[in-house]
């Protein structure tokens, strides 16, 4: 799994910041979350592509997180057999995405679906083979969505003495039972995965938690994660200012993260107003609550490996 942080700005594309938005790739499919203004350039400077694109997850209808999503559909439609793409967000979204249709008469040949979030909509907000996704209410100065993305459970350890005992040869059936097939043994009878695989591992896990303060959603979003994406939009100075626009400092942010249990945090959203000068404050405010915790730059990429077996 990998996670490609496009922009890491908040408010208004800056010619050394783009705006928040996180790619996360998974045997190759992308899903992406939130699409501000100019999104489609530092995708362009990836390795990503349009293609791979399965789900567009939106936080909030305000212009930093959602102004690039015409221009990434329209891309989108650019490449043959793109396939469906799935587009995650508040209620509004689909009326958005219509307006600027009819305006703009743009042509999309793929299938499009929008899952609206709705009072009483179930934390899932979207399922496949891989991934789900859940989805919960934070609290901006409008209606905000963050989004926590988690990898299905892969099949426990592979035991190969069990297997041995049970009359399994190494080899080819080896890999059938760890993928989880029920194999037949040439001798007769036939052995499952549960008598030779240890309890499922549990998945990757990645929260996004952008344009709001603490709230108890962020916390349960949060919970836990390998990775956690979350605005730290000003230093501890701002602090009035943070929990009047509905955004974090840098130390809340971190506090959220450490407390939450994730493992690594990725501060993202970071006003124009600062320069690249103030960067050592910003590490050093979000170190002070929780050391693995870093401040984002523009198409940094992490990749997370599968947790150790215990
Ligand atoms: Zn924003
Ligand atoms: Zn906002």
Redesign the pocket.
């Known amino acids: 799994m990998e996670c490609v942080l496009l922009g890491s700005g908040?408010?208004m594309p800056m010619p050394g910041r783009a705006?928040?938005s996180l790619a996360v790739r998974l045997q190759g499919r992308v899903y992406l979350f939130d699409a501000?203004e100019g999104c489609q350039v530092n995708l362009k400077k990836t390795k990503l592509g349009i293609k791979p694109l399965r789900v567009l997850a939106v936080?909030?209808l305000?212009?930093?997180?959602c102004l690039g999503l015409p221009g990434l559909m329209m891309l989108r439609a650019q490449v043959p057999d793109a396939g469906p793409l799935t587009i995650l967000g508040p209620p509004g979204i689909e009326r958005f995405i219509r307006q600027v249709r009819e305006s703009l008469d743009f042509f999309l040949d793929y299938p499009l679906t929008f899952i609206e979030w709705s009072e009483g909509h179930a934390e899932l907000a979207y399922e496949d083979e891989l991934v789900r996704i859940l989805w919960g209410p934070l609290k901006h100065t409008t209606f905000c969505l963050g989004y926590r993305l988690e990898e299905h459970p892969r099949p426990g350890k592979f035991n190969p003495e069990a297997a041995r005992a049970l009359g399994v040869p190494p080899g080819p059936l080896w890999g059938k039972l760890q993928h989880g097939e029920t194999v037949t043994l040439e001798r007769g009878g036939s052995v499952s995965p549960g008598q030779v695989l240890g309890p499922p591992r549990p998945g990757r896990k990645i929260c996004y938690g952008?344009?709001t303060r603490p709230n108890k959603t962020l916390y349960r979003l949060c919970g836990d994660v390998d990775l956690a994406f979350l605005?730290g939009?000003f230093l501890p100075e701002e602090q009035e200012e943070a929990e009047t626009k509905g955004?974090m400092t840098a130390e809340d942010a971190a506090r959220v993260a450490a407390r939450a249990g994730a493992r690594h945090a990725v501060l993202v959203?970071i006003s124009p107003r600062y320069a690249e000068d103030d960067m050592g404050r910003f590490v050093d405010s979000a170190k002070s609550r929780f050391e693995n915790a870093e401040i984002g730059r523009d198409l940094q990429q992490i990749t997370l490996p599968h947790r150790p077996d215990d």
């Open positions: 908040g408010m705006l928040t501000g936080s909030h305000h212009a930093d997180h952008v344009d605005d939009m955004h959203h």
